[in-house]
């Protein structure tokens, strides 16, 4: 609200939806049957100290307190941090585990999360370790109620037919051999969807231009290179 801040958004209706908004709707699917799943993001529901907590546990502030603290008012920093910390994949005691294949019988099945409440105070119940399962849903849905609860305005984004390029050339690769049989030879892949997030920040290291929604995605596709 303060047109000082970082985080400033002047459009009341934004600011009503992207801030203050504890119910929302996460686009699912593919392109030809697209699934609306309503999702409680609650960020006002008991959550401010265990989202201070999950910056505490984090590698940045393990690895200089000082500095992560000196920087925790700047929304770019804080969203590589939170984007870090929803998901277990860096030893760093992450909110969530993903898996994507085989039986959910042990733990819950991502597709049975509607909310981000039960999963934060769970994390917290088991003593800050991952809660099994995540999918790419679930990391963005407790990325937002996250960067809300922080103060920062946030959206979730969905993408059919996406695409992981895994070795960055620029394009998808499928390799068969000469029967026209597929060879397990390419990293790259693709699926029906991916969800994601947004944040809306300004951006002084790059530039007026660049002031806006800023793309940060928590699902651990690959191992964080800092």
């Given amino acids: 609200w303060i047109s000082g801040d970082d985080v400033y958004m002047s459009n009341e209706n934004e600011r009503q939806e992207y801030v203050l908004n504890e119910n929302g709707i996460i686009f699912v699917g593919n392109a030809r049957y697209i699934e609306a799943r309503g999702w409680y993001y609650g960020q006002f529901q008991d959550l401010l ?39 277990g994949n860096d030893n760093d005691n992450g ?22 409440v039960v999963i934060l105070k769970k994390w917290r119940q088991d ?24 103060g920062i305005p946030t959206r979730l984004v969905s993408n059919f037919n996406s695409a992981h390029d895994v ?16 060879l397990n030879i390419s990293k790259d892949s693709t699926w029906d969807y991916h969800v994601w997030n947004e944040s809306w920040f300004i951006r002084p290291d790059l530039g ?12 651990p596709q690959e191992q964080s290179r800092g």
Avoid at 101 to 107: I, T
Avoid at 127 to 150: E, I
Avoid at 167 to 182: E, H
Wanted: hydrophobic share 35%.
């Fill in 49 to 87: 100290n265990i989202c201070l907590t999950m910056l505490d546990l984090s590698l940045y502030y393990r690895q200089d307190p000082a500095m992560d603290v000196s920087r925790r008012g700047d929304p770019k920093y804080l969203g590589r941090v939170i984007s870090s910390m929803i998901n």
């Fill in 95 to 116: 909110v969530l585990l993903g898996k994507w294949q085989g039986s959910f019988h042990s733990h819950e099945n991502p597709s049975r999360w509607d909310g981000s």
């Fill in 127 to 150: 003593n800050y370790r991952p809660v099994q399962y995540g999918q790419c849903w679930v990391f963005a849905g407790v990325m937002c109620t996250v960067l809300r609860c922080l």
């Fill in 167 to 182: 070795d960055r050339n620029l394009s998808i690769d499928k390799y068969y051999d000469s029967s026209g049989r597929s």
């Fill in 208 to 219: 007026r231009a660049y002031n806006g929604w800023q793309v940060l995605d928590a699902t």
